[in-house]
């Protein structure tokens, strides 16, 4: 059983941070790819970023030089820096992680950004 848990949203001014944590945790027995994804109200589910084992990123261009992604290997633990923030980036944002081909959600922590 593997179990993630997203952390560190909340409510936050345009132009704020915010970091995101992921922690996974259970049967893990090396983690393939970690990514972040995002689903506003109304909206689909899209994706923010990712970090492989090979220890490439990639992110959605919407978010290309705000957000950062970053992994502690030791922790299984990814995370997420968003800075300079819009009201755009409101969201509900989740942790997927793979593992031995099979993959695992979250529940999602939520970002508002809001004046």
């Known amino acids: 059983q593997v179990q993630v848990v997203e952390s560190g949203g909340g409510l936050v001014q345009p132009g704020g941070s915010l970091r995101l944590s992921c922690a996974a945790s259970g049967s893990i027995f090396g983690i393939n790819a970690m990514g972040w994804y995002r689903q506003a109200p109304g909206k689909e589910r899209e994706f923010v970023a990712i970090s492989t084992s090979a220890g490439t990123t990639a992110y959605a261009d919407s978010v290309k030089g705000r957000f950062t992604v970053s992994r502690d290997n030791a922790k299984n633990t990814m995370y997420l820096q968003m800075n300079s923030l819009k009201p755009e980036d409101t969201a509900t944002y989740y942790c997927?992680?793979?593992?031995?081909?099979?993959?695992?959600w979250g529940q999602g922590t939520q970002v508002t950004v809001s004046s």
């Open positions: 997927n992680i793979a593992v031995a081909g099979r993959y695992y």
